[in-house]
């Protein structure tokens, strides 16, 4: 499943890019009137652990102030393939945070600094990527941890009969990627199995 999630993201990253680069110039015509801006999008969802008693759950807290544009997510799959995952986590800090998830059972939060939004034959998928935020604890002890710089969101959406998105996914803490000699992407996770979401809901 891991490394699946990972292979989606970068399809996600890139889809719509490629397309848009070939499609010819359309006829001028006048400027459209600017787009209204999206409205921040809110969710909720139950985490449950793996491993973890069955009555071990927490809240989770999604916030997307706004999706990552094509332009953007073009230049971060380039960075990934040419400079590996230092030029991406690089980039990412550098990057202005567009979203948010926070666990309620767990201190502290990460920022989604690259967020994409597509179409799926039943819904839509929901993939964010933050850099992952190091503990004072962690950073002192250098420990193999400082590897996995990467966290990663995932929900799959779909209109229920009230008209509601609502869904699954998965929440992956501490992630690390690289790109294998058969060109493709691959994910490792240190420790704790990808969180699984439950109940995953749009206010």
């Known amino acids: ?7 989606l993201l970068f399809v996600i990253c890139c889809i719509g890019v490629t397309a848009f680069s ?7 015509a006048p400027a459209p009137a ?7 999008e809110h969710f909720s969802a139950v985490a449950s652990f793996a491993r973890a008693p069955a009555t071990t759950a927490s809240w989770i807290d999604v916030r997307v ?6 332009a953007t997510a073009k230049k971060m799959a380039a960075l990934l393939i040419e400079g590996g995952q230092e030029a991406l986590v690089d980039a990412l800090e550098k990057s202005k945070s567009i979203g948010k998830v926070q666990l309620s059972s767990r201190v502290g939060f990460f920022d989604l600094k690259l967020i994409r939004s597509r179409k799926t ?3 839509r998928r929901v993939i964010g990527v933050s850099d992952r935020p190091v503990g004072f604890m962690e950073a002192y002890n250098s420990g193999r941890s ?3 710089q990467l966290g990663i969101l995932v929900m799959d959406l779909k209109i229920n009969k009230k008209g509601k998105e609502v869904g699954e996914g998965k929440l992956i803490y501490a992630a690390k990627v690289k790109i294998n000699k058969k060109g493709t992407l691959e994910i490792e996770y240190l420790g704790m199995e990808p969180i699984s979401l439950r109940n995953v809901k749009k206010y």
Do not use: E, F, L
């Open 22 to 28: 070939q499609t010819p110039a359309p006829t001028p």
């Open 65 to 70: 102030q706004r999706y990552t544009g094509n």
């Open 1 to 7: 499943m891991t490394k699946r999630v990972i292979a």
């Open 146 to 148: 400082r590897d996995y």
């Open 121 to 123: 034959a039943t819904g």
């Open 34 to 40: 600017p787009a209204p801006r999206p409205k921040p």
